[in-house]
């Protein structure tokens, strides 16, 4: 019976002759006009939308790959089946293929691409929202939110979040839902404040500041939330110093379950601090030239700081180019940029891909010049 059933689906899912005569034609197209080299591809549907994007380092056998898959479900079979056209575009190496791959899909995010990316989350970071009373939530994507700006990326979203719950607590900042109408005390256009916290009980317990009920101002309010900010970029130890007090009052009152309980809110502090001061340096670190033999001669050079690329240019090849190139850094490296673990939404992506670039080819950073090596933009 198992066999009939598996036999019926088979059938159904069968391509229909139209299906199969236009695969047809795009394996032709592929075998006689593609070449084996870097590059981008993109999977057209018959009404021009654009449903996958991939790279290659070898284009021609990538694609080649697609017509062998022999499972209707086989999530290359899936993809061809639906397409209508192969589009593609030669690269001059690996690396850029794979920038132009991310800048592809975050433009025109293909749904093949967005489905495939929903399984393989395994990042948390913590987001700052915007609004008149910020806090911090932590998420398991930068997603496709263009405003916020993150922290991360983490691996273990629990700990992030119970270290987050402290640190709300020592500075009083608010964890409840974002949308929730805020009464700050210095808000006189707004209607009266309301006499208690919505189905909350930290305002009474004072573990927030109430900017809910009118139990701050908002500037004292930013001005906490500030203080939070600077504790994860390493500018000072505020909220453990104050934790760390209030374990040796409950110490010498012989409080020792209370103390014992501080000393794990300071651990698990210490070691958010921990995990931000890796990732400041993973994210300084990503600053250099990063020079890259292309197929042919076509080898670019890539101006990169805090894990972005700020530019792609020809390598030089002479030394009137080489100038040209260390100029051209030295004013990129020149603005002072604070340094943070924070990342703009719309770089995460650039900061993975270029970290797990070089996690994976670490003998690459031979290749690259740090910034320091371009210190001022003088003539030569
Ligand atoms: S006291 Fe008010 S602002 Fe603070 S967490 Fe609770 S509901 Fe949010």
């Not at 654009?50 to 062998?68: A, E, H, P």
């Not at 080898?299 to 100038?323: N, Q």
């Amino acid at each position: 019976m198992s066999r009939r059933r598996r036999g019926v689906a088979k059938k159904s899912r069968a391509a229909s002759p139209e299906t199969e005569a236009r695969v047809a034609d795009m394996h032709a197209r592929v075998r006689a006009e593609l070449r084996d080299r870097p590059g981008v591809y993109r999977m057209m549907s018959p009404d021009g939308e654009i449903i996958y994007v991939g790279k290659s380092k070898k284009l021609r056998t990538r694609l080649l790959g697609y017509f062998r898959a022999e499972f209707p479900l086989e999530k290359g079979a899936r993809i061809i089946r639906e397409a209508s056209e192969i589009v593609w575009d030669y690269q001059p190496s690996e690396f850029a293929a794979l920038l132009e791959e991310l800048r592809l899909i975050k433009r025109h995010r293909p749904r093949f691409n967005v489905m495939m990316k929903r399984d393989a989350r395994h990042y948390a970071f913590i987001r700052i929202s915007s609004g008149p009373a910020p806090k911090f939530t932590v998420v398991r994507s930068a997603g496709n939110d263009n405003h916020g700006t993150y922290f991360g990326p983490f691996h273990g979203a629990y700990q992030l979040e119970e270290a987050l719950r402290e640190l709300n607590d020592v500075l009083g900042l608010r964890d409840c839902r974002t949308d929730l109408p805020m009464h700050f005390a210095d808000q006189t256009e707004m209607p009266v404040a309301p006499p208690r916290t919505p189905g909350c009980i930290r305002f009474e317990i004072g573990k927030c500041l109430g900017p809910c009920v009118a139990g701050t101002t908002q500037a004292q309010y930013r001005t906490r939330f500030q203080l939070a900010r600077d504790f994860l970029d390493g500018a000072h130890d505020a909220p453990i110093e104050t934790l760390r007090s209030a374990m040796e009052t409950s110490s010498e009152a012989l409080e020792f379950e209370r103390a014992a309980q501080l000393r794990d809110k300071i651990a698990r502090l210490e070691s958010l601090r921990e995990q931000f001061t890796r990732l400041r340096f993973a994210v300084e670190s990503l600053s250099f030239v990063y020079t890259v033999p292309g197929f042919g001669d076509e080898h670019r050079s890539y101006v990169i700081r805090r894990g972005r690329v700020r530019a792609d240019l020809p390598a030089p090849s002479s030394s009137s180019e080489e100038h040209a190139l260390a100029m051209h850094a030295a004013e990129i490296f020149a603005p002072s940029e604070r340094v943070s673990a924070t990342v703009p939404a719309h770089e995460v992506d650039e900061l993975l891909l270029l970290s797990s670039w070089f996690r994976k080819f670490p003998a690459e950073h031979d290749r690259t010049i740090p910034a320091k090596n371009f210190p001022h933009a003088r003539s030569a």
